[in-house]
């Protein structure tokens, strides 16, 4: 099992505690049939934090309290898991990956159409990575800065639950993307 977090940093290097995990993903990989499954932990899912302290909170809160490790810690007692592993990301490396593979082909919808084009403005703010906005519903083509922003919609549907569909379609469709990439392709995104 690995633990995947994305961090809510406004910094583009700072990846240390202190920073809420406001995407939490759990990936299990079947390596005899090389299937994978991402199952999503609610950022606002109340859970014992494993600090010692007996705090019940949301379990973003774990990983700035501390880092990847007490969030670990946090998932594998709350949730009976053996989590060894994880991969931890900004919004700027999942803007730099998605762009590497050269974007993902997503479905807009008019809910979705509302809201995207703020949040990629607030993306370009934070990472310092231009893009048009989205102009259209439908099937669209997303760079790096219009997934990752697609990717963080929360205000409609279902809220954290629609919200946390889009993170796993987000990774989905990029693993699927780097399958069929080019080993240079897939050295300089896992940098």
Do not use: H, W
């Amino acid at each position: 099992l690995i633990a995947i977090f994305g961090i809510d940093s406004r910094s583009n290097t700072d990846m240390r505690e202190g920073k809420r995990s406001d995407c939490i993903m759990i990936a299990s990989i079947n390596k005899s049939t090389k299937e994978m499954k991402i199952v999503s932990v609610y950022r606002d899912s109340f859970l014992q934090i494993q600090d010692g302290s007996g705090l019940i909170t949301k379990v973003n809160a774990a990983y700035a309290f501390g880092g990847p490790k007490l969030a670990i810690q946090t998932l594998n007692a709350n949730l009976d898991l053996k989590i060894t592993d994880y991969v931890a990301v900004n919004f700027l490396a999942l803007t730099k990956a998605i762009d590497l593979i050269g974007g993902i082909t997503v479905d807009i919808s008019e809910g979705e159409l509302a809201v995207i084009n703020s949040g990629i403005t607030e993306q370009i703010n934070i990472t310092g990575i231009y893009s048009d906005g989205v102009f259209s519903t439908g099937e669209q083509l997303l760079n790096g800065t219009q997934a990752t922003a697609y990717a963080r919609i929360r205000s409609t549907d279902q809220g954290d639950i629609t919200r946390t569909e889009r993170q796993r379609e987000v990774i989905s469709k990029m693993l699927a993307k780097a399958k069929t990439s080019d080993l240079q392709t897939l050295d300089s995104m896992l940098d």
